[in-house]
């Protein structure tokens, strides 16, 4: 690990789940108008391929200080009922004026917590939305448990209905950490879920793993990951924790700035991790992701379907993508759209019989191009570029430091990350980034990249 690299690149950057990225999105927001159209055209282009559903269940019993979604706190199940009404009219809003019945190819349930939800009340919402829909034969239909509240009626409820992916958070395991970051779960509660999951009959079970958070240690982490590795999960994220009380307030203040690992000691933990996954057969994936070589997301990094979305990695690409509920947000490829984030008012709207859009991003032929380049950088690590020669030598005078430093390889057209750049791949990306560049923030807008 070269610690001078680190201190020279870790800077603060986008995570590109889009471009533009959301704070680059037009003050003028998208017109109804432009976000149905795209939505029609993409829709009528790729309707074989059918859509991606993502619905936002926002609910969490209790508030971890980590977390940076979009949440609504409470205790009161109650809310259950009305909001999946709701979400199944904001769903025959689409429906209705989509030129022909869709095809689902993918649904997933994110959070907050679906697993809040009842088993029943996830059937009934998940039978609304495949009532107004055909569903393909070959799907991918996944959902967020939390160890805690996981049952196995909702485990064999959700497989039932066509689930076969389910993620679990699991962050830590060091009772200090999860203390600091009011996530109290046991190992044994994650064991459970997870020999649950298998024993049932899910096909890829991933865990959730976060390294930079406070108190963690050398030690914590191998501790971690060694708990992992005896589950053997087919998939681990091991994200780095974005710290952005700026943005997020004071969900993320429940410990200190200095209990928090700093730069070359935050990636010494990453590494370890990488060491010890790489060391128990698995492969990286894209950015932040581990596979083992059985799991579909390790086959579509090697038949090169790998896509980033909203969603993070998925094992396939639509070119449509519907968020339902609280703060979702949609994708056209031409166009983006994110939903109310406030529960009143997003449940207002629809109950006016409107998309309940309160902001969105209508894609110029630039963005596009952009858009293709930095999604080839982040899944496949290598992108030839097709923009002009004049705004090709901007994106090469931008990559020249990391080049030298041996993060990329430029030859003509072709960037290619190296296998020293991976660790780097945000910074490689915001090179490409015009909005960036054009419009250099002026207050922090993003977690630092490494």
């Known amino acids: ?122 059937k009934r919402l998940l039978y609304g939305i495949m009532d107004e829909a055909v569903v393909a034969e070959q799907v991918e239909f996944s959902f967020e448990g939390h160890p805690n509240n996981t049952t196995r009626e909702h485990l064999q409820t959700l497989y039932d209905l066509g689930f076969r992916r389910v993620s679990y958070g699991v962050q830590d395991y060091d009772p200090r950490v999860q203390f600091a970051i009011n996530r109290i779960q046991p190992f044994d509660n994650v064991k459970r879920v997870h020999e649950w999951s298998k024993e049932i009959g899910y096909t890829s079970v991933n865990h959730d793993l976060v390294f930079g958070l406070p108190h963690q240690t050398k030690e914590s982490i191998r501790d971690t990951i060694e708990k992992t590795n005896k589950l053997r999960p087919d998939r681990i994220a091991f994200y780095s924790y974005a710290h952005v009380p700026w943005i997020k307030g004071n969900g993320q203040r429940g410990f200190n700035d200095e209990d928090l690992p700093k730069d070359d000691e935050k990636r010494g933990l990453y590494e370890l991790g990488k060491r010890m996954f790489y060391e128990n057969e698995y492969v990286e994936i894209g950015m932040d992701h581990f596979a083992l070589k059985s799991d579909g997301l390790y086959e579509a990094m090697q038949n090169e379907s790998l896509h980033r ?142």
């Open 1 to 122: 690990m070269n610690t001078k690299l680190i201190r020279k690149y870790n800077v603060p950057g986008p995570r590109y789940t889009s471009y533009p990225t959301v704070p680059y999105w037009s003050d003028a927001g998208i017109k109804p108008g432009d976000w149905e159209s795209t939505l029609i055209s993409a829709f009528a282009e790729s309707y074989d391929d059918g859509i991606s559903l993502y619905i936002h269940l926002p609910f969490c019993e209790s508030l971890c200080t980590f977390c940076g979604c979009h949440k609504k706190i409470t205790k009161r199940h109650e809310v259950e009922d009305p909001y999946i009404e709701t979400v199944l009219k904001e769903w025959k809003l689409y429906t209705g004026f989509l030129p022909v019945t869709p095809v689902i190819k993918e649904i997933h349930l994110g959070g907050g917590t679906p697993t809040f939800f009842n088993p029943h009340n996830l």
């Open 309 to 450: 979305n909203f969603m993070g990695y998925t094992a396939g690409a639509t070119k449509v993508m519907i968020g339902l509920g609280m703060s979702a947000i949609s994708d056209s490829w031409y166009s983006f759209a994110q939903n109310e984030k406030n529960l009143k008012d997003y449940e207002q709207r629809v109950e006016k019989g409107e998309m309940p859009i309160f902001r969105g991003h209508l894609l110029s032929n630039t963005d596009l191009m952009i858009r293709q380049q930095i999604l080839n950088i982040m899944c496949r690590f290598e992108t030839e570029f097709d923009g002009s020669e004049k705004l090709l030598q901007q994106i090469k005078e931008r990559l020249s430091e990391l080049e030298k430093d041996g993060l990329v390889q430029i030859s003509g057209r072709t960037i290619k990350v190296t296998r020293a750049g991976i660790p780097f791949v945000r910074n490689v990306c915001m090179a490409f980034d015009l909005k960036l560049h054009e419009h250099k923030p002026k207050e922090r807008l993003f977690s630092q990249t490494v």
